[in-house]
Nanobody, 125 residues
């Protein structure tokens, strides 16, 4: 079975960058559509980005132009490169397999009962 582990979070100043990794085991990740989600304290989960098996990518308007999702197949991973970070990006970030990644970011409702431990991103001066 596919198992995913998020890593790469940390504390950065506004305008800084972080590279998050969604590393897979148990199966080949390139066969799955993968989504990144985040949850800020006291807030509900929101979809951030996704990448399909065919290479289609989608981003939330709030991160478009600042975040880039890609695959690192040599590491069996999906990467979320985050730049120009803002305090409002502060959240726990999660990755999940998703049923589709077409024209919109994935629906966070799909993550119900499926969230892992995530990785904490804190953007603060």
């Amino acid at each position: 079975q596919l198992q995913l582990v998020e890593s790469g979070g940390g504390l950065v100043q506004p305008g800084g960058s972080l590279r998050l990794s969604c590393a897979a085991s148990g199966d080949t990740l390139r066969y799955y559509d993968i989504g990144w989600f985040r949850q800020a304290p006291g807030k509900e989960h929101e979809g951030v980005s996704c990448i399909s098996t065919g290479g289609t990518t989608n981003y939330a308007d709030s991160v478009k132009g600042r975040f880039t999702i890609s695959r690192d197949n040599a590491k069996n991973a999906v990467i979320l490169q985050m730049s120009s970070l803002k305090p409002e990006d502060t959240a726990v970030y999660y990755c999940l397999e998703v049923p589709e990644c077409y024209y919109h970011v994935p629906n966070p409702n799909y993550g119900t009962g499926r969230w892992g431990k995530g990785t904490q991103v804190t953007v603060s001066s």
